[in-house]
């Protein structure tokens, strides 16, 4: 069974800063990764989505990349705002479900 | 305006009453998709459907029962809650799982079985 891991579960950095969020898979056959973002008493909102087939994607400020073989993917979230304070969740697709990892929980201070 | 939709955004009830979560979608999307996400387990998926009459189970199905008679609905059916069942619950939609296209989701229902 695919198990989704995020790393870290919670940070917290001042506006401005760069970031990196951390997404790893067990199993590399995926049809595609997606990145979310969930506000609190919200929904999920898509952010990104890679192709098995691609190395990365960008939308904005947002840059996720992904390592099939190694199981692996990033959210490089580039001059981080107080308005990007959310869960970021991770969700992997092998065929008829997403397989979510736990989320990591932003916090940007102004 | 492209949307999943879900009713009712909260519901606080008892064990045992039967009770049922619609879902509906207004792009056509061939795939829907309910999930509950509690705290510490993350998001786990209870059913799905590839299209009209096509339903199966995801990893936690059990107490739950769905029908999908039409592409646009999707209603989630509790026949005799109970407390472990009171998690926040979503509907998501895609034209077709294992395609390249994004899951919508809708904003939720939060359920509480008392």
């Known amino acids: 069974k695919q198990e989704v891991t995020q790393i870290p579960a919670a940070l917290s950095v001042p506006e401005g800063e760069n970031l990196v969020l951390n997404c790893s898979f067990t199993?590399?056959?995926?049809?595609?990764l997606q990145w979310f973002r969930q506000d609190p008493g919200k929904g999920l909102t898509s952010l990104l989505l890679i192709q098995s087939s691609q190395r990365e994607q960008t939308s904005g400020r947002l840059n996720a990349s992904l390592d099939k073989s190694s199981g692996r993917s990033t959210l490089y979230i580039a001059a981080s705002q107080p308005g990007d304070s959310a869960t970021y969740l991770c969700a992997v697709s092998s065929g008829y479900a997403l397989n979510f990892g736990k989320g990591t929980s932003l916090l940007v201070t102004p | 305006e492209a949307q999943v939709t879900q009713n009712p955004r909260y519901l606080i009830t008892v064990t045992g009453k039967k009770l049922t979560v619609t879902c509906s979608q207004n792009?056509?999307?061939?795939?829907m998709s309910w999930y509950r996400q509690d705290p510490g387990l993350g998001l786990r998926q209870i059913y799905y459907s590839m299209n009209v009459e096509v339903t199966d189970k995801g990893d936690v199905p059990e107490g739950y029962k769905v029908s999908r008679k039409e592409k646009r609905n999707f209603p989630l059916i509790l026949e005799s809650p109970s407390p472990n069942q009171t998690s926040l619950y979503f509907c998501?939609?895609?034209?077709?799982?294992?395609?390249?296209?994004?899951?919508?989701f809708g904003d939720g229902t939060r359920l509480s079985i008392l």
């Open positions: 792009m056509n999307h061939e795939y």
């Open positions: 998501a939609s895609s034209h077709r799982e294992g395609s390249n296209q994004p899951q919508h």
């Open positions: 199993d590399s056959a995926i049809y595609n």
